[in-house]
Structure formats: C-alpha cells, structure tokens
C-alpha cells in the first residue's frame, strides 16, 4: 500500500477530513489532497506529525503494514537521543557506544534494572 492510500485510509477510518487534518498539520487542503491523490510526498518531519496524528508508525504509513520494529515518538527523551546519535561522527559515536556498554556494565555489578 502506497503513502497516498494509507493516509487517505486513517482519515477516513478516524472519520477525519481533509481541512481537519490540514489545520492540525497547519497546512492547506490542498496539500492534504495532493499527498492523498497526486502522489505527493511529505518531508520527514511532516510524516512524524502525521504519524503521531494517527498513532502509527512512519513505517506504517509509507507501507500501510506494521514491522517489528521499536517506535519512538517524537517527543521523548530517547528521540533526541537518537537524532544526536545521528548528528555525531562516527568516531564520536564508537565512543558512545563504548561508553554506554560500561554504562550498562556497572549497572549490572549493581544489580540495576532498566525502566
């Protein structure tokens, strides 16, 4: 299933129009109805509020099927994470992950559990 057919499925499943969401995303309906028939595509940060929207997965809504993947909102502690992760290089990333495997280290000797 395409993005197009997949957003225009949730709208109408949530019994939602297209100026709701337009006004909810502050965008016009026009470019609701140009993701949903023209085949236009949405920038990443548009698909995550979309995505949040819903509440589905950017995988669901670019493939219209979930994967077994972990989800992360957008709006949590371990999405900045990641998109500081992802602003790194990679020196500096190996040295993340070196540094979080002590980390994980010395929670076990301590008999810490994660939450």
């Keep these: 299933m395409k993005f197009s057919s997949t957003l225009k499925e ?4 949530n019994h939602v129009t297209q100026n709701q ?6 965008l016009t309906r026009s470019t609701i109805a140009g ?3 023209k085949g236009k595509q949405p ?3 548009r ?12 995988d669901y809504l ?18 900045r994470l990641l998109c500081a ?5 990679s ?3 190996q040295q993340l992950f070196e540094y979080t495997e002590f980390l994980q280290d010395q929670d076990t000797k301590k008999g810490r559990m994660p939450k």
Aim: net charge negative; glycine share 4%.
């Design 62 to 79: 670019l493939t219209g099927s979930e994967t077994n993947g972990i989800s992360v909102p957008p709006d949590s502690s371990e999405y």
């Design 35 to 37: 993701y949903e028939t």
């Design 43 to 45: 920038d990443y940060e």
């Design 21 to 26: 969401l337009a006004s909810h995303l502050k």
């Design 10 to 13: 949730l709208r109408e499943q």
């Design 91 to 93: 020196d500096s990333r």
């Design 47 to 58: 698909l995550l509020q979309i995505a949040d929207y819903f509440h589905v997965s950017v």
């Design 85 to 89: 992760y992802l602003n790194l290089s």
